[in-house]
């Protein structure tokens, strides 16, 4: 009898410490997959513009809050020469393109740098690289007869190495109807000259 006592409290005694250890057991961690953050792009506006193998202009715009409101920054790296300049400005307008011409034909490049100062009116910075500075050039503004049924929606674009600015505006002798004004940019001297291009010579120079 004592035999089996002893076996019964054996047996109670094992099944306690199993249920202790069954308790006690850890339970598998959840792995949770982790989101990769998706970096946003700290330029507001970015472009890499090549004049010829070896000399690049990098436009770099930049702002927080009011989009229209911050700075830019013009880097150009001469690689043949181990040559890097920067130039710093600051904005008002949302950088929308740029490109290069040399549009007076003296070897020196020059950045135009167009910027979107209202909802549909745009504007150009100019700066010529030369002589290891950027020297800013005054791009003129619309005159008073040219601004006359301006609505803005301006289109800057290039034809045959020349510089053209055409919008539309409503037609003086019709108010319902709308026709496009097209004006020719010249450089010379560092000044800008401006010549307005009629219907008739516009179709001969497409």
Known sequence: MKLQKYTLQ?????TGMLFCFACSEEKPKEIKAETAKVQKNPFRFYKDIEVKPGLNFEIVSWGKGVDSIGGYQILMSDSVRNNYRSAAVDRKGILI??????????????LYIQLLSKKTVSDLNVFEYAGGDFNKISF????????????G???????NGDLFRSFPVKDSADSTKTITKTYQYKLSGNSFSTSEVKPEENKAKS
């Open 10 to 14: 054996h047996l109670l005694l094992i």
């Open 97 to 110: 393109d740029a490109w290069n011409m040399d549009l007076d034909n003296d070897g020196n490049p020059e």
């Open 140 to 151: 003129p503004s619309l005159g008073a007869n040219q601004k006359k049924g301006y609505t």
């Open 153 to 159: 929606n301006d289109n800057f674009f290039i034809k």
